[in-house]
């Protein structure tokens, strides 16, 4: 069974710092990854999708990598702002599961301080 | 502005109340999702729909029924509902009856408190 793992649980960093996120999945055996970001109370932004071939995804001054065989892949926020405080979750879709069931992790919630 | 919004953003109710939950998506996909975000635990999925069929009920009880009228609109029916189903109810979109999905798209969600 598919299980997503995401450390830490939360940070907190000054602005201005470069950063990483880290997810661990324990079946390699996968399609793609999902980074999203989830502010309080609401719904989840698509920040980016990593295919199974593919190694990183860029967006910005995010860069997400993704290293199937050792079941891990991180976020890495360049140059942070306030504006990134948010929860930041992982997901992948599995071979041999349904449509659209995503395995999340509990997400990391970051904080950056002016 | 996103594509997928939820109403109401909020809602209370007892254990002996019927409520409702509505996503309507802008995106032209035909493929639409209910999840639910408990306090400490990851999002699950409830229930997919593609071009209004349900395709996918994920082990959810009955007092939760969904209702799929056209491939743009959802709804999440409730009714005889537990403390324990106090969440956030997350509506998504995407492209069709592939797996994978490729990028889902989440509406703000629908916080519900059971009393």
């Known amino acids: 069974k598919q299980e997503v793992t995401q450390i830490p649980a939360a940070l907190s960093v000054p602005e201005g710092e470069n950063l990483v996120l880290n997810c661990s999945f324990t079946?390699?055996?996968?399609?793609?990854l999902q980074w999203f970001r989830q502010d309080p109370g609401k719904g989840l932004t698509s920040l980016l999708l990593?295919?199974?071939?593919?190694r990183e995804q860029t967006s910005g001054r995010l860069n997400a990598s993704l290293d199937k065989s050792s079941g891990r892949s991180t976020l890495y926020i360049a140059a942070s702002q306030p504006g990134d405080s948010a929860t930041y979750l992982c997901?992948?879709?599995?071979?041999?599961?349904?449509?659209?069931?995503?395995?999340f992790g509990k997400g990391t919630k970051l904080s950056v301080k002016p | 502005e996103t594509g997928v919004t939820q109403t109401p953003r909020h809602l209370v109710m007892g254990m002996t109340n019927k409520k409702s939950l509505k996503c309507e998506q802008h995106?032209?996909?035909?493929?639409m999702y209910w999840y639910k975000q408990s306090a400490k635990k990851p999002l699950e999925l409830m229930f997919v729909?593609?071009?209004?069929?349900?395709?996918e009920n994920n082990s959810v009880p009955s007092r939760f029924s969904p209702e799929c009228p056209n491939s743009s609109h959802l709804f999440l029916h409730l009714h005889t509902l537990q403390p324990e189903d106090s969440a956030l109810y997350l509506c998504?979109?995407?492209?069709?009856?592939?797996?994978?999905?490729?990028?889902?798209?989440f509406g703000e969600g629908s916080r519900l408190t059971v009393l």
């Open positions: 079946d390699s055996a996968i399609y793609n």
């Open positions: 995106l032209g996909h035909n493929a």
């Open positions: 998504a979109s995407s492209l069709p009856g592939q797996v994978p999905v490729g990028e889902l798209f």
């Open positions: 729909y593609n071009f209004k069929e349900q395709t």
């Open positions: 990593i295919q199974s071939s593919q």
């Open positions: 997901a992948v879709q599995s071979y041999g599961g349904s449509q659209g069931n995503l395995i």
